[in-house]
């Protein structure tokens, strides 16, 4: 999550690519992210930067 204070000044997709660089290298398979489904900014910037929405698992959370 990038501070809201530090929002809109590109934290995000450096920390992104940092990410994606540090996957590639360690032959990750892939990269996951979460947010909330109100959370269309982030969205946004996932779906420019490449991320596709996963169309083949639910995924689930247990609070304890």
């Given amino acids: 999550m ?4 530090n929002r809109q000044q590109g934290v995000a997709t450096l920390l992104l690519s940092a990410a994606a660089d540090f996957a590639r290298e360690s032959n990750a398979i892939r990269i996951t992210l979460a947010t909330q489904i ?7 910037l996932y779906e ?7 169309e083949e ?3 689930y959370l ?3």
């Fill in 2 to 5: 990038i501070e809201q204070s």
């Fill in 38 to 44: 109100s959370n269309i900014s982030a969205q946004s």
């Fill in 48 to 54: 420019s930067l490449g991320y596709g929405k996963d």
């Fill in 62 to 64: 247990f609070r304890v």
């Fill in 57 to 59: 698992f639910y995924h």
